[in-house]
């Protein structure tokens, strides 16, 4: 069944769906997993302490075991369409046209181009929606945020304790976290640190760094996601100015694509109705040749199903 009442382009579309930053620079996909919903769905908020409370399993010779009631709260949510549109001149894909076309590289049709940049835009977009949720106190149980402040930052590198504080907090909820989620600042400074860098190398280090997947091992986590993509906050004909998606802040989540699709915890997951579309629009009253108008879009919906299920600190450096 179409999805879209304009003409979409099996071409374009492909390049919407694949087209994205590098995987070190955007992380959203990997923060809060991709699955397929319808375009209204619901979701179960289950009661922890429903599957920690053990009743009187005892049975008599003749008695009925007892009876468990296992329940949740159905939460009714929708996709929302994000969408980006380019007005492509005839004279641009004319003058495309016109251009020799090498075996290998060669100019790029312009509606590739743009589809490109509006798929990046959406991207982008998707980064900051999630980076606002995950990196939010509200998301999480009061008990499991912690504001650091003094010595206790990471930045000061002589007093702090990094390693203790991540291992402490991975112990705070009832599931433990699989995934660490940090901006690029917080980082820069966390891998530089001499009890982490003691940690890895097992002797005294005057400096040095440590990577991603060194700090998971000894964290005994899955992975460490980084995110350092900038976004310009500036208004339309003003300088830019560029600041990072992913601010002052790092949490621990358990995150799983499988586990959200099967209805199982996680802290949160992105709900998506169909696939990202792309396609094109005769414009024939724009410009004296009439133009073309490119058009990207998805339907998301990014959710945080249980609070429970992660820490975050705030302030870290």
Known sequence: MSQSTFPVNAQLSAIAMVYRNPDETLIADDVLPIIPVAQKFK???????????????????????????????????????????????????????????????????????????????LDLDREIRVANLVFNSANYLAANTQALSGTSKWSDLANSNPLNDLLTALDAPLMRPNTVVLGQAVWTKLRQHPKLVQAVYGTAQN??????????????????????????????????????????????IYTNRDAAQAGQPVYGFTGQFGIALAGVIPEPKLGMRGAERVRVGKSLREVVADTSMGYLFSNPI
């Open 43 to 121: 979701y179960t908020q289950y009661d922890q302490a429903q599957g920690y409370t053990v009743p009187n399993t005892n049975v008599g010779r003749k008695s009925q075991p007892n009876e468990v009631d296992f329940g949740g709260q159905m939460i009714d949510s929708s996709t929302q369409n994000y969408a980006l549109d380019d007005v492509v001149p005839i004279e641009d894909i004319e003058a495309w046209n016109a251009m020799p076309k090498p075996e290998t590289g060669g100019p790029v049709d312009p509606r590739v181009i743009s589809t490109q940049y509006l798929t990046g835009l």
């Open 207 to 252: 400096g040095g760094v440590i990577t991603r997947e060194q700090l998971a091992d000894k964290l005994e986590i899955k992975r460490v996601l980084v995110g350092s993509g900038f976004v310009n906050n500036a208004k339309k004909g003003q300088a830019a100015s560029y600041t990072r998606v992913w601010g002052n802040y790092c949490s621990l």
